[in-house]
């Protein structure tokens, strides 16, 4: 029902920056969160942060928090994850990922909750 189109990931060096993007076919932040989960090679999908308007929360994990930055605009039916002082263990692939909006805070972010998923962007952060 809902389409999600991730963009942003790239190449940069550490410390770098980048700036995420996912725009959704509807913006329904009533019903869903928009926020984003990353895999990086051998590991499970972990969920980075997301954002649930009809909460107003956000989350963030332990590993981005103070670095990543979630915001959205209504109009663009877009939520951006602007990603400052990238690390070489930041390197995955980016998935944006809508869920229950109630599901995006409180311990409740994990891949298992996602409804709908992005095709993911590539993020690669050299030393």
């Known amino acids: 029902e809902v389409q999600l189109v991730d963009s942003g990931g790239g190449l940069v060096q550490a410390g770098g920056s980048l700036r995420l993007s996912c725009v959704a076919s509807?913006?329904?932040?009533?019903?869903?969160?928009i926020g984003w989960f990353r895999q990086a090679p051998g590991k499970e999908r972990e969920g980075v942060s997301c954002?649930?308007?009809?909460?107003?929360?956000?989350y963030y994990a332990d590993s981005v928090a103070g670095r990543f930055t979630i915001s959205s605009d209504n109009a663009k039916s877009t939520v951006y994850l602007d990603m400052n002082n990238l690390k070489p263990e930041d390197t995955a692939v980016y998935y944006c990922?809508?869920?229950?909006?109630?599901?995006?805070?409180?311990?409740?972010?994990?891949?298992?909750?996602?409804?709908?998923w992005g095709q993911g962007t590539q993020v690669t952060v050299s030393s």
């Open positions: 990922a809508a869920t229950a909006a109630f599901l995006c805070f409180n311990g409740g972010y994990h891949a298992g909750a996602v409804r709908f």
């Open positions: 954002f649930s308007a009809s909460y107003g929360r956000t």
């Open positions: 509807e913006f329904h932040y009533g019903d869903y969160a």
